[in-house]
């Protein structure tokens, strides 16, 4: 079984601040990817990643930046958090590239921003 | 501008029946569709996909209808179970490598005693 685990299901942080968050996963997959979703927007997607050290803007990347120095760990980043990046954060690997194969999620980070 | 639409914000089907969930695109590039389940706090969950070259793709109790005509395509779920009970994500996807994916809203299943 693929198992992507997300470093904290909760987090409170402040406007300013900077958010690190942590996703590995352990069946060795290429891809990777970080979404958002919010009420009534669905998911939308961040950044992802096809292989180490390399990075992709999604449809939202304003306000974030991604690192993958291993090929288990995705981590996304806020800069200076802000209270609209309120919400809850998922992460996801796939083992082919490209967006037709099947991701596997993480179970969420609910992030709230004061 | 919504890519990809799921009208129903909720729907609430009896156990043992059908269960409907419609999804409409707009992109005609995109060629590719999936569905997402999502419970309460977990992650999605892939349930079934669908190439345009097909119109209809099956998985047990789950079927995905697509009418490409009509930029239209809807997940049959026969017969609704309880477990069913959950957010369903339907998915689209073009053919370029630098095609994403877009979600939809979701639409709440509930599954009645």
């Known amino acids: 079984d693929v198992k992507v685990t997300q470093s904290s299901r909760y987090l409170v942080k402040r406007t300013g601040e900077k958010v690190f968050l942590e996703c590995v996963q352990d069946?060795?997959?290429?891809?990777m990817f970080w979404y958002r979703q919010d009420p009534g927007l669905g998911l939308r997607l961040i950044y992802f990643?096809?292989?180490?050290?390399?990075?992709e803007k999604g449809d939202i990347p304003e306000g974030y930046s991604v690192s993958r120095e291993k090929k288990e760990r995705f981590s996304l980043i806020l800069e200076s958090a802000s209270t609209n990046q309120t919400s809850m954060y998922l992460c996801?690997?796939?083992?082919?590239?490209?967006?037709?194969?099947?991701?596997?999620f993480g179970p969420g980070t609910r992030l709230t921003v004061l | 501008d919504q890519q990809v639409k799921q009208n129903s914000p909720s729907l609430s089907v009896q156990e043992g029946r059908i269960s409907i969930l419609n999804c409409d695109y707009t992109?005609?590039?995109?060629?590719?569709f999936l569905w997402y389940k999502k419970y309460p706090a977990e992650g999605p969950t892939f349930l079934i996909s669908?190439?345009?070259?097909?119109d209809k793709n099956e998985d047990g109790r789950f079927t995905v209808f697509l009418n490409k005509s009509a930029k239209h395509l809807s997940l049959h779920i026969v017969p609704s179970q309880p477990g069913d009970s959950a957010v369903y994500f339907c998915?689209?996807?073009?053919?370029?490598?630098?095609?994403?994916?877009?979600f939809g809203k979701g639409t709440r299943l509930h599954i009645l005693p």
């Open positions: 996801a690997s796939s083992l082919l590239t490209g967006f037709r194969n099947e991701q596997f």
């Open positions: 069946m060795d997959h290429e891809n």
């Open positions: 990643s096809y292989d180490v050290k390399m990075k």
């Open positions: 992109n005609s590039m995109f060629d590719y």
């Open positions: 669908i190439s345009s070259i097909k």
């Open positions: 998915a689209a996807s073009g053919m370029g490598r630098g095609d994403k994916i877009i």
